[in-house]
């Protein structure tokens, strides 16, 4: 087996979380960041939030510029912990739907693994509600694609995955976390641009797009972008706090010390 | 309650709406991930009152109290036992010195546990009624989230329900999480009804003009580019303010810790040398081993060094808990991640609640979840050696088959809620 589990630092897995929790009315997708190593354990340090250039159920694909912006971010990891780091797998959303893979994810993983054996595949389900015991659910699992036979159909295999604690969050993944409204407002520019640049259009359909790339923008930024600040605000209360608390320890344990 | 009006409701009868951000529910998730026990805290927020009334065909109005609540942020506790002690004695000064000014915007607070019953303990039954004496909130939410797995560890659930338990009926409220939805972009469109009539092109065209600048863009869009771009400047600015405090808490949070390791090494040679002096003063035959001088802390240092880039494994605020990786010492030296021993590599990073029922409550499902050799959960202490074993990969399509009726999909649709309280799950599961 080209690897034995998935080690998800905790951080990143808390992007991923934000991301899929980010609507539930389409699959979102990223790559993920790290190493493997000598014991085929693949540890993910960061994730990259991908822009579906296809939204269509059938298809995941990323482009190759987001796989070459995905290889630069790798490298700045890589950078700044001083160790090679590149893209070791991919993870996307099932909102309302099971965990499990689908035929097309599966096919997906395996063609990613043609490149790279050790490339793993992670899916978070989520906004899932049991209506009789009002219990929501979300759920997260790793798999691997594998061939019974040559020319058989393509089975997923399932991958352990830890996630491991990493008390602060990392300068990569709060990057990558304000990311999400920026590239959710690109996308919209992007389809608005193709509408606006249709000329046959009268006036009324013409301030009817313009308002609809209003109200849209509006949505982000009131569902993603303002929830986002808020948190990140707390965030910064909390570190203070946590500082404060901290450098008293600090003080405390330095007087202990220097009494023995 | 006061009634209202000619309209009479019962107490019992509200409806209730409550919602969570993505971003907090995901900080609760990652803030539990980070702890490698029960974790708590308190849920922060607004509650809001809104009377719908329905007109019916009778003319006679009804009207629902509609009970909105609204979690803005979370306060994580840094342990358990902060603010209670063993016998759910809640202690109002530590909660004070917890809270500070945010206490009147407590609205609930929340447990995560692993491998138990989605139904409140005994002891948070206790903690929850003083709590809501203690801070005069008569409809005080309990917000409960489990963990559960799979036998080997591939697929993993986070449930969560949010409990009203001071009131007698409809005790279970849904939580939502608001998020983007659609997006609709499809709202846009290509073409323009068809029409014909010269009056309306050049009426619209005229007074459309007003919404277009000279280069024929939306004066809308412009504005609205506007704010977004305003609003994405200050993410990014908050967010680098963010990034340089969590480098000073790691910063500070590492000293803190050499501190700590410090004055464990001088006990330890204060006691190692009263030891030798006693011993010297009164030789004896060596009846006991060769000691260990190697104290657990210097292993836990080369593991610190393992687990650059940033923080060490577990930090704890104080040193009440024992560490993760002390812990994992009393088992089983090799489990470093780079070890050699491959099997053991997986063990390290499973935050397990110490002392945490290895078996879940007895149930009718137990666990059984699905897929893995060995579907009985609960036993994972003792699968764990196994789980990344290769053949069980090549066993699992054949696996399927076996798999007793229940486990096939409890995972994803979950267990039936329990029908009578737990046993102080908690206690087991929380840390010594």
């Known amino acids: ?260 | 309650m006061t009634p209202r009006g000619a309209s009479v409701y019962r107490w019992d009868v509200s409806i209730m709406a409550a919602s969570i951000s993505g971003y907090t529910f995901s900080s609760v998730c990652y803030h539990s991930a980070n702890s490698n026990s029960d974790h708590e805290g308190f849920l922060l927020g607004e509650v809001r009152h809104e009377e719908t009334v329905s007109i019916s065909d009778t003319q006679i109005s009804s009207s629902e109290l509609l009970q909105v609540v609204e979690v803005h942020n979370h306060e994580p506790c840094a342990q358990l036992f902060s603010f209670y002690d063993y016998a759910g004695q809640v202690n109002e000064e530590s909660l004070n010195r917890i809270l500070k000014d945010r206490r009147k915007n407590v609205i609930g607070w929340y447990r995560f546990r692993r491998n138990t019953q989605q139904q409140m303990s005994f002891r948070e039954q206790i903690i929850h009624k003083q709590l809501t004496q203690l801070l005069g909130v008569p409809d005080l939410v309990f917000l409960l989230f489990s963990f559960i797995s799979t036998a080997n560890n591939s697929t993993h659930a986070l449930e969560y329900v949010l409990f009203r338990p001071n009131r007698r009926y409809n005790q279970r409220v849904t939580l939502s999480i608001p998020n983007l939805g659609n997006t609709s972009q499809q709202e846009y469109k290509v073409s323009s009804v068809p029409n014909t009539s010269l009056n309306y092109a050049k009426v619209i065209k005229e007074h459309g003009a007003e919404f277009f600048d000279k280069d024929g863009v939306m004066k809308d869009i412009r504005t609205i580019f506007q704010v977004y771009g305003a609003l994405q400047d200050k993410v990014q600015s908050v967010c680098g303010e963010v990034e340089q405090s969590e480098r000073v808490k790691e910063k500070v949070q590492e000293e803190v810790n050499k501190l700590k390791q410090q004055i464990v090494l001088r006990k330890r040679k204060t006691t190692d040398e009263e030891r030798r002096l006693q011993e010297a003063q009164n030789p004896e035959p060596r009846l006991t081993p060769e000691e260990n001088t190697e104290p657990p802390e210097t292993s836990l240092l080369s593991r610190v060094a393992f687990h650059t880039p940033s923080t060490p494994e577990r930090p704890g605020p104080s040193a009440n808990p024992p560490a993760y990786a002390d812990l994992l010492s009393l088992q089983n030296d090799s489990l470093l991640p780079f070890s050699s021993s491959p099997t053991s590599a997986a063990l390290l990073p499973r935050p397990q609640a110490v002392g945490s029922p290895g078996h879940p409550s007895p149930s009718p499902l137990g666990l059984g979840l699905s897929a893995g050799p060995n579907p009985a959960a609960g036993q994972e202490d003792d699968e764990e050696d196994d789980d990344d074993d290769s053949s069980e990969y090549e066993n699992l399509v054949s696996e399927v088959g076996q798999l007793p009726p229940v486990s096939a999909s409890v995972l994803l649709q979950g267990r039936p809620a329990a029908l009578s309280p737990d046993g102080d799950a908690s206690v087991r599961g929380s840390q010594t």
């Open chain 1, 1 to 260: 087996m080209a690897v034995s589990a998935v080690h998800l630092e905790s951080d990143a897995f808390l992007v991923c979380m934000n991301h899929a929790l980010s609507t539930e009315k389409e699959e979102v997708m990223g790559l993920c960041i790290g190493e493997v190593d000598t014991n085929r354990i693949v540890h993910i340090h960061s994730v990259i939030i991908l822009r579906r250039s296809d939204k269509r159920k059938d298809r995941v694909e990323i482009s190759p510029e987001q796989l070459s912006s995905a290889a630069t971010e790798s490298y700045r990891l890589a950078d700044m912990t001083g160790r090679p780091m590149r893209v070791v797998g991919w993870y996307h959303s099932h909102p309302h739907i099971t965990v499990w893979p689908s035929h097309v994810d599966v096919r997906t993983q395996a063609m990613y693994q043609m490149m790279d054996q050790g490339f793993v595949g992670l899916i978070f389900s989520c906004f899932i509600e049991d209506k009789n015991t009002k219990t929501g659910r979300v759920l997260y699992t790793c798999f691997q694609s594998v061939q019974a036979q040559k020319g058989s159909e393509y089975e997923r295999i399932e991958i352990p995955i830890h996630v491991v604690p990493h008390e602060a969050i990392g300068k990569v993944c709060l990057e990558s976390a304000v990311e999400l409204p920026r590239i959710l407002c690109q996308e919209e520019q992007d389809t608005y641009r193709k509408i606006h640049s249709l000329t046959h259009l009268d006036p009324i359909t013409k301030i009817h797009n313009g308002s609809v790339f209003t109200k849209n923008l509006c949505s982000q930024m009131s569902a993603v972008s303002g929830p986002l600040l808020q948190w990140l605000e707390d965030r910064l209360e909390q570190n203070r706090q946590s500082v404060i608390e901290l450098q008293l320890d600090k003080e405390r344990l330095t007087q202990e010390l220097a009494t023995m």
